[in-house]
């Protein structure tokens, strides 16, 4: 397992994992299975969620991280990006700015994003790997985060340290517990009003456990083992690309994983994914559907706007999502969001 400052040997292209998905058997396309549902065209319903991976730069290089960030990334978005950003959104009612990275914080100009999007009266979420709030540079973040109201949405693989190390490096478990314990006692989790949430995926080939369920054990044993509190639990489907689809090749378990994700496709989860209500911004101000296409390099419809200094909601909202076979993942079982399930 690398350790959390090492980096893997560099990944395939996004277009040699796209023919690597591309060659698999499959029962049927996602487009197939999208007409079967009546979901063809497959567009947005509104535009509700303004997502930005601001770099990928991050203090961690978790194994199953889709975006392939770590220490030597050095992808970062740039001020006047964001000031691009700033000003699209201002010109929408679109309530939620959800900002991810790598680790976000990591970029120079995040603490003063944050505030300019408050002034602008949005909701802000910050996806959040927990360990950065344990580095001296970010120490003052929890604090940072209450002042601005901002939802907190943190990695978390398991309640117990074996699972979390197992994925996201040694001695990351015992730096997170540390880093909630931070966030409780500034409010978060504990019915002041700051929103908690903690994010699992499967430590294994196999789709997510019932949420509902799940939420309940990790709240009781969190408390109980630590005396940590958290509002909401979501559970998500490990995507098939990056840095999860390397380790799907290395241990024979990709054409399983695909067949159990094309076999699990659920019409009501495809209703509900998140690229039906949210937009995407690259580091580099590149628009996608989601983040996932963010990484495969698949950008938004060639006939809509495809940079944030061209931002057209109207336009965007009427758009043809772009899928590929990956898409299964946010379709199977309960379905997978950055908002956790989507049934």
């Known amino acids: 397992m690398p350790s959390l400052l090492s980096r893997r040997v560099p990944l395939a292209s996004s277009s040699e994992q796209l023919k690597t998905l591309e060659g698999l058997p499959v029962a049927r396309e996602f487009h197939e299975a999208l007409k079967d549902s009546a979901l063809v065209p497959f567009r947005p319903t509104r535009i509700e969620v303004f997502q930005l991976n601001v770099g990928k730069l991050c203090n961690q290089t978790c194994r199953h991280c889709h975006v392939d960030a770590g220490p030597d990334r050095r992808e970062q978005m740039s001020r006047e990006t964001m000031q691009l950003c700033l ?29 300019e999007v408050k002034k602008l009266g949005r909701h802000v979420i910050d996806r959040c790997n927990l360990t950065i709030l344990e580095t001296p540079s970010h120490a003052h973040l929890p604090a940072f985060f209450a002042e601005h109201g901002v939802e907190v949405v943190c990695s978390l693989p398991h309640f117990r340290a074996t699972n979390t190390d197992a994925q996201r490096g040694e001695g990351v478990f015992d730096k997170s517990i540390s880093a909630l314990k931070k966030l409780n006692a500034v409010g978060y989790g504990v019915g002041a009003g700051l929103r908690l949430v903690l994010v699992t995926n499967p430590v294994g080939a196999f789709l997510p456990a019932a949420q509902a369920s799940l939420e309940k054990e990790w709240k009781r044993e969190l408390d109980r083992l630590h005396g940590i509190k958290f509002d909401s639990l979501f559970c998500l489907t490990n995507m098939p690309i990056s840095r999860y689809l390397e380790w799907l090749m290395e241990t024979g378990n990709l054409e399983g994983y695909m067949e159990r994700l094309v076999n699990g496709y659920n019409p009501a989860a495809a209703a509900n994914v998140m690229c039906r209500n949210t937009i995407s911004v690259g580091w580099d101000g590149k628009l996608y559907d989601c983040d996932f296409n963010q990484m495969l390099d698949m950008e938004v419809d060639a006939t809509v706007p495809r940079h944030i200094r061209d931002f057209d909601k109207a336009a965007l909202e009427a758009r043809t999502i772009v899928t590929h076979r990956h898409c299964f993942g946010c379709t199977a079982g309960a379905g997978s969001s950055c908002g956790g399930t989507t049934t």
């Open 87 to 115: 000003d699209a959104i201002a010109k929408t009612d679109i309530a939620t700015v959800d900002i991810t990275g790598g680790a976000p914080e990591l970029n120079p100009h995040f603490e003063w994003f944050v505030a």
